[in-house]
């Protein structure tokens, strides 16, 4: 999710906004009547005012007759400016009355940003280089800085209270405001928040359990994924020793942990299926999940990348000292993860090549004690409303305990919710949407009952038409309905790919499970896919915005092709098809 943010460009489309003369002793920006961009000067360390000078730059977009200003930070750490379309499109209607504010954090984007050519996120050697690069200066770019910047730009647009849209790391921003300028603040949204500790640090340490966890989630909640021999976590652990044992070039170890992230409701609908038939030495499920992704771990080499460690290192905790030399640390980080085991079956080298790539502030010097929300601040007596998904990296219960210390905290729980709930597409989003818009309008929790829980787990994957169990159709026989059936799962299985929770399509088409082809157009087409080796189908799907899907198939099986029709509403918890085989209706 960082490297994706640190790697997003915008093209310039927005015009700058050229502001009348503002009143004396405010930024220019503060009477623009348009978009305007700008910056200010502030001190590398505000606890020394005479300290060096540097700029933090920011937009700002004024609305009519404002009543109020947001403040957005999607979140990082990385340059927020550039985000701008996206707060807008997260936020609607809000900004009809109400001014946006985003700033880039000091040391990226155009504030003054950290550069070190050739940084690498996996390579220790390159971090301390770029750290000796840095200097001591690299302390100062922090969360608990930068809040006094974005106050002083506050100040210098002349603005009152401002309510924070914080997601993820811009969830860690907006409590470092509210811990130093609770004052300043009329409300608080936070999507997918970090943890912060007892010590006002965000940690760090156990930041890969939930993916173990979050394994099991959607398989405990199906009857067939629940049925399988084993809890999901045991299956997996016997597939990376698998793995490990025999290495398989179509179905990485990697690749395998890549598969953990449940933001992806493919993943959460197959994966502990499809790990459980590799292991009965049936490979394509798994083989097929694994086609689209990296075999290792990619690149992650950035010049702001200095920006980013700067903060990450500053503003966290860790399995190691931070006041201990690189030597120590990283001796502790090794006993911590032999000790714990935070990655569960997968081993350091599994996925990084070191424990230094793993936990790259290692080599990342800390003197300065900075924590973000710091222990016993008191927080503003605000409505804050906080959103979890059930499958992000931070639990919801462990965001519940982390937030507790604002005295009126709200957090809902989003059912197979992911991270970035409201900039996720689809129902879900859409939800989340809502909900921000209508807390940041009236300040009120809104139950709208947001939920990306719409597919039951797989648990197994049949290989021929005899493993299929019989549709439970009536005045058909068994072989007819395992027809039935096997033809109704082979239409499922394409248009789970198109589930509207999931990200953008990762193309036009792609291979069936075990042969054939389906393409994604404005119906999804079937070429003699197979779904069992045994029946190829052909035909097309269509499936409405609203979920309800029709299918024209034709099967063959046995020198014989079937005419089979099926109606659905797909992405529901409890499927019902009804349709027609060989002009025989059932349902």
Not at 56 to 68: E, I, L, N, S, T
């Amino acid at each position: 999710m960082v490297v994706h943010v640190l790697g997003l460009t915008l093209a310039a489309s927005l015009l700058t906004a050229t502001p009348p003369a503002p009143p004396t002793g405010l930024h220019e920006c503060a009477t623009a009547t348009t978009r305007c961009d700008g910056s200010i000067d502030v001190p590398l360390d505000w606890d020394d005012p005479s300290s060096e000078r540097i700029t933090v730059a920011f937009a700002f977009v004024p609305a009519k007759d404002a009543d109020g200003t947001v403040v957005a930070n999607l979140g990082g750490p990385g340059p927020s400016v550039p985000m701008l379309p996206y707060a807008q499109q997260a936020l609607g209607p809000v900004l009809e009355r109400k001014n946006l504010l985003m700033m880039d954090p000091r040391g990226l984007g155009k504030s003054s940003p950290l550069q070190c050519p050739g940084v690498s996120l996996l390579t220790p050697e390159k971090i301390a280089a770029c750290a000796e690069r840095v200097g001591p200066r690299g302390a100062h770019f922090t969360a608990d800085q930068a809040s006094h910047d974005l106050d002083a730009v506050r100040k210098a647009l002349g603005l009152g209270r401002t309510s924070f849209y914080g997601n993820s790391y811009g969830a860690l921003y907006a409590q470092a405001y509210a811990a130093r300028y609770p004052s300043s603040l009329d409300a608080i949204f936070l999507d997918s928040s970090l943890l912060i500790g007892s010590d006002g640090y965000t940690s760090w340490k156990n930041y890969f359990l939930s993916l173990i966890r979050n394994l099991g989630i959607p398989c405990e909640r199906s009857k067939a994924c629940a049925a399988l021999p084993g809890r999901p976590s045991g299956i997996w652990t016997r597939l990376v020793e698998r793995l490990r044992e025999r290495p398989d070039p179509d179905a990485t170890i990697f690749q395998s942990f890549a598969l953990m992230n449940r933001n992806n409701p493919v993943f959460g609908r197959e994966s502990v299926a499809a790990a459980h038939a590799y292991l009965r030495g049936d490979k394509a499920p798994l083989h097929r999940l694994a086609r689209p992704l990296p075999k290792t771990l990619p690149p992650m080499e950035d010049p702001s990348f200095a920006g980013y460690l700067a903060f990450r290192c500053g503003d966290g905790t860790f399995p190691f000292d931070r006041d201990a030399s690189p030597a120590k640390r990283r001796a502790q980080a090794e006993r911590y993860y032999e000790r714990n085991r935070p990655l569960g079956a997968y081993r350091i080298t599994d996925v990084f090549p070191a424990i230094g790539s793993l936990e790259p502030c290692v080599d990342w010097p800390t003197p300065r004690h900075s924590p973000p929300r710091p222990p016993g601040q008191a927080l503003p007596s605000v409505p804050v409303l906080v959103m979890a998904g059930e499958l992000d990296i931070e639990t919801p219960a462990d965001v519940a305990r982390t937030i507790k210390a604002f005295p009126y905290a709200t957090v809902v729980t989003v059912p197979f919710g992911g991270h970035n709930l409201a900039g996720t597409p689809g129902p879900m989003g859409d939800c989340a949407r809502a909900v921000l818009r209508t807390f940041l309008t009236t300040k009120q929790v809104a139950a709208q009952g947001c939920t990306a829980e719409n597919y039951r787990a797989l648990g197994r994957f049949p290989q021929r038409l005899a493993d299929v169990a019989p549709h439970p159709a009536a005045k058909l026989t068994t072989t007819q309905r395992r027809i039935i059936a096997a033809a109704f799962a082979t239409a499922a299985d394409a248009t789970a790919r198109r589930n509207p929770n999931a990200g953008p399509p990762t193309g036009p088409s792609q291979p069936g499970l075990r042969g054939g082809q389906i393409t994604f157009g404005t119906d999804i087409t079937l070429d003699n896919v197979r779904h069992v080796e045994d029946l190829p189908v052909t035909g097309p799907i269509t499936l409405t915005p609203e979920g309800r899907a029709t299918a024209t198939l034709h099967a063959e099986t046995s020198g014989r092709t079937h005419r089979i029709t099926l109606t659905w509403e797909a992405f529901t918890l409890d499927t019902k098809v009804s349709g027609t085989y060989d002009g025989i209706p059932f349902g």
